[in-house]
């Protein structure tokens, strides 16, 4: 029996044998599938996760916490975690990349970067994983395992390894200097809905507890679309002023902030070109290539502006065959 057909079923018995509509809705990096579902005229969304591959569990867990603080995420109808089916309220099909554009911008960030301080706040430790030294590193190197080796098919000398890891320690120093709070991981504009409460709230499983940049990052260099920097700066202060305001543990001074935003901005970025890397060559999902130069652009243009991370800029340039871009450093 296919897992369509076992989802089929499962539903067959909820549903206590009333017709019902099922398409797909959307599909994501992982093994997940999600089908929107179609009853009395209501609709639902159903989440096919396969075991071993995916873990139900704490996407029940993140969500009970999250709808706890106040936060738009789906609610869970019905839950199989053995067989790893999730039947949940729909939050519709209008992301915020389908409809962010010049003039609906400021409002949506707005609505976005309120939902992350009420998001912070409701940040408690012990209750989701720690962002870790060891899971920082292990993030980052996914860029020497998968876009240097496997994408750029390069070998690194030892002296070019030195600069990664050092370059990877000085961003661990400092992201885990930063202020600690519920981290989603994943906040931007393909897992955001364009809702009545907005915005719904998606694809939250990995959340864990740890800097307190690292989801603004998220929204703001966000790997499919892309702002002017200044617009970004803009969007950067006016959350740091209302985090500041709620007594969020964040950076009294907006300069060694916007260092801390900038730097979890390179760690993310090295750990996306990995991970879009690994999807192509591991799972043959080539639609993230196209996604890559702006992700290269974001880490260059960081590494340009800080005289620490200016190793990693010439190293780049090295692996990519390119002149070392003039930059401005803090």
Known sequence: MTRLQELNVWLGNIFDSHEYDIVPASADASFRRYFRIG?????MIAMDAPPPQENCAPFVQVAEVLLKAGLNVPRVIEQDLDQ????????????????????????LYSD?????????????????????EALLHREMMLLPDWYIAKHLGADLTDAQRSVLDKTFALLSRNILSQGKVYVHRDYHSRNLMVCDDNPGILDFQDAVYGPITYDLVSLLKDAYIVWD????????IRYWQSAKAAGLPIQEDFADFYRDFEWMGAQRHI????????????DGKGGYLKDMPLVMDYLRRVCARYV?????????DQLENKQQQAGYTF
């Open 39 to 43: 009853l009395d005229g209501q609709t």
């Open 84 to 107: 790893g089916f999730l039947l949940l309220s729909d939050l519709g099909d209008t992301t915020y990349l389908s409809a962010l554009n010049e003039n609906t911008a400021a409002d």
């Open 229 to 236: 920097e200044d617009q970004v700066l803009d969007w950067t």
């Open 112 to 132: 976005a970067s309120n939902a992350l301080v009420k998001l912070q706040l409701a940040s408690r430790q012990g209750v989701f994983p720690l962002y870790d």
């Open 308 to 316: 620490e991370l200016i190793p990693l800029l010439r190293l780049l």
């Open 271 to 282: 750990k996306v070109l990995g991970i879009f890397a690994r999807l192509y060559h591991r």
